[in-house]
T-cell receptor, first 113, second 116 residues
Framework: DGGITQSPKYLFRKEGQNVTLSCEQN?????MYWYRQDPGQGLRLIYYSQIVNDFQKGDIAEGYSVSREKKESFPLTVTSAQKNPTAFYLCASKGQGANTEAFFGQGTRLTVV | AQKITQTQPGMFVQEKEAVTLDCTYD???????LFWYKQPSSGEMIFLIYQGSYDEQNATEGRYSLNFQKARKSANLVISASQLGDSAMYFCAMRAFDNYGQNFVFGPGTRLSVLP
């Protein structure tokens, strides 16, 4: 079945450590996105990519980094520079056409301990 | 810049009744699209319905319909015959274009609770 897979579902990190969240899609979508969701709030855009080897900062990119070496993969690294990394992270992808919706993964809940 | 406002943090509805979740938007674009997503407690985002700014008819998908009032910049989601499984967070979103490409802007969401 086609879809987006995020791993792990739960992640614990010690302060000062970098951590990488995985996002893989087999939908053959060009565009991929990372969003952050804090309790009781909407989604905020961290980074997005329209094509392989290219990506753009979103509204809250500070303390995060991404890569897009393959069409299927868009990993997000939460660096030690991110001051408040505890949150729910959602990865999405989108097919061709302005009217098409974004497909989301199951999310990764990151907790800094 | 695009902005989505959802003024109802929480809503309650009796099972089998209809409920309307409000969404207003702000954009200077002539062409735009509006999306509604459902987020159950598991966390995944489930696409429900889409409305394009040039669509003459209000969008419908099964029990979901969109009350689109362009002049008022509102795109309210109507859920008919509510079911217990409809209890979830609901997000209104708009597609946004910048110099790089397209992304999505989300509202803060409304938590819907369906009562038996």
């Amino acid at each position: 079945d086609g879809g987006i897979t995020q791993s792990p579902k739960y992640l614990f990190r010690k302060e000062g450590q970098n951590v990488t969240l995985s996002c893989e899609q087999n939908l053959n979508h060009d565009a991929m996105y990372w969003y952050r969701q804090d309790p009781g709030q909407g989604l905020r855009l961290i980074y997005y990519s329209q094509i392989v080897n290219d990506f753009q900062k979103g509204d809250i990119a500070e303390g995060y980094s991404v890569s897009r070496e393959k069409k299927e993969s868009f990993p997000l690294t939460v660096t030690s520079a991110q001051k408040n990394p505890t949150a729910f992270y959602l990865c999405a992808s989108k097919g061709q056409g302005a009217n098409t919706e974004a497909f989301f993964g199951q999310g990764t809940r990151l907790t800094v301990v | 810049a695009q902005k989505i406002t959802q003024t109802q943090p929480g809503m309650f509805v009796q099972e089998k009744e209809a409920v309307t979740l409000d969404c207003t938007y702000d954009t200077s674009d002539q062409s735009y699209g509006l999306f509604w997503y459902k987020q159950p407690s598991s966390g995944e985002m489930i696409f429900l319905i889409y409305q394009g700014s040039y669509d003459e008819q209000n969008a419908t998908e099964g029990r979901y319909s969109l009350n689109f009032q362009k002049a008022r910049k509102s795109a309210n989601l109507v859920i008919s015959a509510s079911q217990l499984g409809d209890s979830a967070m609901y997000f209104c979103a708009m597609r946004a274009f910048d110099n790089y490409g397209q992304n999505f802007v989300f509202g803060p969401g409304t938590r819907l609770s369906v009562l038996p």
